[in-house]
């Protein structure tokens, strides 16, 4: 199975501030990754997929990149409204795998 | 506008085996690359995906819990459901059910999730 490891865990960080969210993958994905935002109580949102394409709707201060094993979630403006979790997620050989969460708060 | 939406027991008991029912609207299952998955979510937990059903009837599970996991769809009532068996306090978690399309292969529409407790 591939393991999904984000780093860091935890972050704080303050509006206006730029920040990046990483997800290790334990073997080569490609490009199939996806990143998705959940608040408490919600369902998550998908806000990035194909490691860098933007979902329809979702503000372009977000962007993904990386390829293979590694990939990055970043946000080049913090507004009030992105302080959530923050998962990713793994498709290989028709099986899927999430992060363990990164869940951004405000400085 | 693309919804859905799951239902079934709050509560079970240890052994028991849970069944939820997915409902959607505004996409067919029967359309190439469409998927339908179940993904969790215990308390203050990771997500974990479950299972999936694709529009041509194939489905894949999550190795670790293959064993205890069914999933069929029922196209004409735009339903897809899942079983689990031999539940324990540990499955205990919030159940979403996501559509799934292959260009993507992400979840991109969620239902709103339901929250299954396993105590006796």
């Known amino acids: 199975d591939i393991q999904m490891t984000q780093s860091p865990s935890t972050l704080s960080a303050s509006v206006g501030d730029r920040v990046t969210i990483t997800c290790r993958a334990s073997?080569?994905?490609?490009?199939?990754l996806a990143w998705y935002q959940q608040k408490p109580g919600k369902a998550p949102k998908l806000l990035i997929y194909q490691a860098s394409s933007l979902e329809s709707g979702v503000p372009s201060r977000f962007s993904g990149s990386g390829s293979g094993t590694e990939f990055t979630l970043t946000i080049s403006s913090l507004q009030p409204d992105d302080f959530a979790t923050y998962h990713c997620?793994?498709?290989?050989?028709?099986?899927?795998?999430f992060g363990q969460g990164t869940k951004l708060e405000i400085k | 506008q693309i919804t859905l939406k799951e239902s079934g027991p709050t509560l079970v008991k240890p052994t028991q085996t849970l069944t939820l029912t997915c409902t959607f609207s505004?996409?067919?299952?029967?359309?190439?690359?469409?998927?339908v998955g179940w993904i969790r979510q215990p308390p203050g937990e990771a997500l974990e995906w479950l299972a999936l059903?694709?529009?041509?009837?194939?489905?894949r599970y999550s190795p670790s819990l293959k064993s205890r996991l069914t999933i069929t769809k029922d196209t004409s009532k735009n339903q897809v459901v899942l079983t689990m068996t031999d539940m324990d306090p540990v499955d205990t978690a919030t159940y979403y059910c996501?559509?799934?399309?292959?260009?993507?292969?992400?979840?991109?529409?969620w239902g709103l999730g339901t929250m299954v407790s396993v105590s006796s």
């Open positions: 997620q793994q498709y290989n050989n028709y099986l899927y795998t």
């Open positions: 996501a559509r799934r399309l292959s260009l993507k292969q992400a979840f991109d529409i």
């Open positions: 505004g996409f067919s299952l029967s359309t190439v690359g469409v998927g």
């Open positions: 073997q080569s994905i490609s490009s199939w």
């Open positions: 059903i694709y529009w041509n009837d194939d489905h």
